[in-house]
């Protein structure tokens, strides 16, 4: 049934106040059922979650937009919405609580009482961390427990947990020393005990790892989710892989906009953002590069004389510019983006800067040759000597080279320093590129400005 | 133990053909053997080997870059490298085979016989597509099976299949017309029929999508694998949570090199890559840029006379063209981006489009302002009137209003018209925001000139 189809049904069976929404709803994917939910009108919301169970409101609030879970929360009663987040995974409810007007969130922790004192543990790590995303439904057992008992009592909590497919092994201090898969498990003969052959070298993470890192670590290691401990040792929460996709595409989208200077809207959809919020993501950015923009002309204003004997000297203005700034986004991008995924670390940052160069230098000499030829055309034409096909061949050259260069080391610095790279691709490079762009150019304009 | 010391005693067991490698390997994870390999000689890489078992070096070998699979494969005899391949899972031997020279993957079929239908059967599917990525090692059982002997099953199964987590379920024809999660499975009492609690509305995707869509499925549902159907709803195979995470960090580092015009090399890594190799991926664009900067430049050609009469206008060319090229590159990259996401689908892009355009003009105005009280300052130091200020003033405002929108519209037709709008982003927007900014800006100076 087509997403559309679904939300007629839904509108009837609101209309009709069906009860029987259970079996409709087993058909339908929560994340689906979460889509549809997200066009209805306030008063649709709170009629179809009058007839969801408090289980079921859960699983469909689970998969909604952080903004659309909090405009639902504040539809429903105290009662019902404290409930409904006694059904939630931990780490879905402790985003949620994050999300609520603080009033609000108080309240509901007080409602909830039994798994408060867990959500409360969870808002205590800052968001990005390991902390911040992990879930505490995690299963531990004993490591003297035998196979058999381990099914057993894994039949029973089988519903509850975030995930049943990895069984950590812990000491009487909880303190992790083992894991299990479930296959491992199932696979394994019924009287053994789990110490015999869990494995004992965990994959784990500490509560303070940032979020981009633990991705790597279950990317690496193929894991379907990684266990998070304190500085102890002690399991405090696991990370499912479901909400590493989430974390690598957000980390990407993060990037991404970092290189331009936007930041994402906060807990609201790009389409509905409001101007003033895009307006302020976006400003700054712009007004460094309108400062930019002006230290470039200066160059200009301080060769004004030159100019002034040769206008056409303008008409390359633009093509330097231009090509000195995209050999430099693309040195930046790469660089940047090979230091994101890991592919460059450590050494080989010099290794690549030095190739770099050597790239720097080939697209310097084959657009230079490139664009003297258009310059001889041009001198021709405006009765000057040819050798204007010389400066501007050499200015572009440099400038190629210099590209490269500025473009790879800029960030490379950045990273050095323990600074995003990703800062470093925007205004200050573009700046730092034209300066020196047109500072040659002019310069070796005004050198051969005798001969032209 | 660190990479390190792990590879000195591998290092040690290698010079002493110490053949109680099992234990070692138990207690590292075959990625970190893997990242230890690829720094051995070829000469280390043989004798090393040569101690594993073959399930053991198929284990490391999966975790091995491409193009050192390909390496080692070359050291290893035919016999043994079709033993190591037996034991690796399709999806990884399909794909090695691939990168092989057509001799040897031949010949290398031909020694597997057993499973070498099933690899050829997924080489005949495009690399980015669901039949690329998938395996055939899955677990499916007919809908009669009762929970206990499934699970007994299971029990046997576990070791082969590519993960034991979804069993599916399928009709004498091998159509898919249910699945269990193991979790499901182990929570249901021994004598339960699978068609019973199976669920029938199974989340699945055809052989040719796009793994870029496949992902996107993935991701929304938080699913730990998808099966894979032909046309007639036949199970062909399936793709695991961790070949996902692979591909939204391959998807991601192609939008952002493709937006600069730059390729991912092929099978080699970004460090290793040649000299060559990067400047062929990235040559063309610059080729374009170049003809685009050029076009630019005769539009201030064509204002000679203007430019002649009053030279500091040449001053503002670079902030009027860095202004107009970041917020067409912030347009761009948010717009591109949220298609990638998913954020913007159908009607969005025109809500969002509209939302740019007020953005856009906001900008425009903002920064226009402030540009013409530094136009107002270069006036009275060059002897002109405060007129400048007004006409950079008004270029700014239409160059930045016209940047958001180029940057937004351009990559919006492109994906309207099926191509993929990260392509948009690039010299297009550069050269049309270029043209029309200066052709705005000297148009407006020529206008004011006898005022100036």
Redesign the interface.
Known sequence: MSIQKSLQKILMMIKERDTNLAEFFQ???P?DFAEIVEDLSDEQKSELFNLLSDEEAALVIQEMEELDQVVLFQLLTKKRASAILKEMATDDAADLIAELPEEDARELLKLIDEDAEEIRGLLKYPEDSAGGIMTTEYISFPENMVVEEA?RR??DL??DAET??YVYVVDEETRLIGVLS???L??SADGTRLSEFM???V?QVPADMDQEEV?RV???????AVPVVDDRDRLLGIIT??D???V??EE??E???R????SEPEGV???EAT??N??GR??P???I??F???L??????AF?NT??SI??L??????????G???A??SS??FV??VA?G??EGS?SW??FY??I??GL??GL??GA??AV?AVG?ARLFNLSSLLGLVVGIAMFTT?TLGAVIGTLVPLLFSQAGIDPAYAS??LV?TIK?VTG?LIYFSIATLFMPLL
């Open positions: 058909n339908l994917h994340s099914i894994l039949r089988a519903t049943v497919y479930l296959r491992e199932i696979a494995r004992k070298n994959i991705a279950v990317s690496k290691y193929d894991l379907l892989v479901d590493i996709l989430d690598i595409e990407a989208t990037d991404i906009y290189r331009v200077g936007a959809g790009l389409v101007v003033w895009s307006i976006r400003l950015w712009l007004i590069t309108l930019g923009g002006l470039s002309g200066s160059v200009i204003g004004e100019l002034q206008v056409v303008a008409f390359f203005i633009p093509v330097i510019m231009d090509m700034g995209n050999v986004s693309q991008t790469v983006r090979g995924t592919e460059i080989d290794r690549y190739k770099e050597r790239v080939s697209m084959i657009t490139t664009v258009a041009a190629v925007g205004p573009t034209d047109l």
